[in-house]
Nanobody, 115 residues
Framework: QVQLVESGGGLVQSGGSLRLSCTVSGGIFSIMRMAWYRQAPGKQRELVAHITSPDSTLYADSVKGRFTISRDNAKKTVYLQMNSLEPEDTAVYYC?????????WGQGTQVTVSS
């Protein structure tokens, strides 16, 4: 059974940085496409970035140049480095593992950016 645990969220001032982590247990991490999504209050969940293995990445236009997704297959962990954070980045951030036509979500971690 695949399970995901996220960490690293919190409160940060505008212009600051945070790094989110998502560690996977179960399954074969190296074949999973890993993604970060976010959902702001009153809005739909949206894709932030995803990464395959080997490291092919894709970013939402709103975060290009500010966020970096990376993975460590040995640690079965995916990261989201978020720089130059803006109040509009405030949301619950979710990690998702995609493999063999399946998707498994983490529980989410809150990111709040104050102006």
């Amino acid at each position: 059974q695949v399970q995901l645990v996220e960490s690293g969220g919190g409160l940060v001032q505008s212009g600051g940085s945070l790094r989110l982590s998502c560690t996977v247990s179960g399954g074969i991490f190296s074949i999973m496409r890993m993604a970060w999504y976010r959902q702001a209050p009153g809005k739909q969940r949206e894709l932030v970035a995803h990464i395959t293995s080997p490291d092919s990445t894709l970013y939402a236009d709103s975060v290009k140049g500010r966020f970096t997704i990376s993975r460590d297959n040995a640690k079965k962990t995916v990261y989201l480095q978020m720089n130059s954070l803006e109040p509009e980045d405030t949301a619950v951030y979710y990690c998702k593992a995609e493999f063999v036509l399946k998707g498994v979500w983490g529980q989410g971690t809150q990111v709040t950016v104050s102006s």
